[in-house]
């Protein structure tokens, strides 16, 4: 059996969190369910799914002790994803997962975004010249499968020095098939009742598994864009040469490859795609997202110091990742024993943590389902319950990228905005999908007119 086929047989695995929680996500209004389950039950409430307990957590005082106070008796869980991660840093525990963060965190620091601001342009301008063809020919596209597309590119081109060397519409539906959870399930029921249709759904996944395993290997074998000697794909390479770094071998690299292309882009490219689409309700907000941009670079590029002060086009975006936080849940499992809001945690218990509930819940944010960017003006967070929001995790095993995430969108859609004007023209109000990132269910399909 193929590596490909081997992982795909794992879809669907009736062991799984996501095959549990499954009858929650399939409901019309998951979130819903889940809110109002949590209102009823409390902050921190046991699930009985099949016979075994998964503690609910929305309360941040519990959210807090897991991540934070006694995040070392937490580890991360991540076997439905096995195949999209193999052993990247985001899956490890303990001193593992420090060796391997600490070298690469220099690279998502701050003073790198200098050197990485032109690469995000050129990222971003090359978008806009494709958008423009949409524009011309007025025909309607998938905005998501956009939006991801440009954040590979701009993580390739910042992170790897490379041009994206691989097909991200094909690549990208390859980790759906992963990533959409709810439909391992189905998978499943098809292999048990042994219908004709399994052939094709489970040949379906492990093609698409082969297909995202090539992926780092055409990374490495791309010819550097720029010819930049300190990039985070030469640090990893010069780890795997290094002895006194046993933790880099090959596969770990290989691996580091893939968790980027897969946490470094979906979750940028759904916060754009959500931003779009609230813009899409809410014009004035892109008029004033346009303005701002006028006032502060006007007609020329943008620097990265401008991109730092559009202060309300970042809290469009922070409010966006409020409302639709892409890592709706963060998973975790009880390495021994513990006791959260009187329930006793027995080793193995699963955790389900969701910054979603939290986000919208009325004791942390004043009427949480309206759009306000106003609350993300600058000085905001003197005023915010902490740990009521996390869009990006909290404690040390928070986002990696979330700053350069932040910087890649504002950019974007400053950019973007000035020269669009994108309307969703989808059939009513988007439902919420949650897999393991929350998707716009059915897509986002977008037309677009171009400013003169
Ligand atoms: C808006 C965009 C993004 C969002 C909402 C987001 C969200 C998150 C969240 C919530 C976590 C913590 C997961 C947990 O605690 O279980 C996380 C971890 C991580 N993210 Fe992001 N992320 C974004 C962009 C990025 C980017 C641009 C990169 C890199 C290019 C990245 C790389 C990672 C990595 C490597 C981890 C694992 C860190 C660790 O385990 O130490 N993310 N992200």
Known sequence: MSEAHAYAQ?????????SKISPIMNADDPMGVLMRMSERYGGCFPIKLRSEKIYFLSDIDHIRHVLVDNV??????????KPIFGKAMITVDGALWQKIRRPQQEYFHPKFYEDYFPHLLTAVKLRAEKWS??????????????????AADMVCRALFDREMPF??????????????????????LKK????????????????????????????IDALPWQQR???????????????????????QVLDELKQYLWAGTETTALTLGWIFYLLSMHPEVAEKIRREGR???????????DVQRLTYTRSVMLETLRLYPPAWALIRTALGKDKIA??????????????????????????????????FAPGSIKSRVKYSYLPFGAGKRFCIGGQLAQLETVLALTLLLRRFRPEYVGEGPVKIEPTVTLVPKGGLPFRLCEIS
């Open 342 to 375: 009187g329930f006793l945690i027995a080793p193995g218990d699963r955790i389900v943590l969701s910054p979603y509930v939290v986000h919208h819940n009325p004791k942390y944010w004043k009427d949480p389902e309206q759009f306000r960017p106003e609350r």
């Open 133 to 150: 063809g949409f524009a011309k020919s007025g025909e309607t596209f998938e905005l998501v499968e956009e939006t991801w597309s440009l």
């Open 295 to 305: 006032n502060v670079y006007g007609d020329r590029e943008p620097t990265c110091a």
């Open 192 to 219: 048990e009742r042994g219908e004709l249709v399994e052939v094709t759904t489970d040949e379906a996944p492990a093609q698409a598994i082969g297909a995202w395993l090539t992926l780092p290997a055409a990374i």
């Open 167 to 188: 097909n991200p519409h094909i690549v990208f539906g390859a980790v759906k098939a992963y990533t959409d959870t709810a439909n391992h399930r189905s998978i499943r």
């Open 10 to 18: 794992t879809l669907g695995d009736e062991q799984s969190i996501w």
């Open 72 to 81: 070392d008796n937490y580890g991360k869980y991540f076997d439905g994803l």
């Open 229 to 251: 000697e300190k990039t985070l794909l030469t640090m990893l390479q010069n780890a795997e040469a290094d002895p006194s770094m046993p933790a880099f071998d090959h596969q």
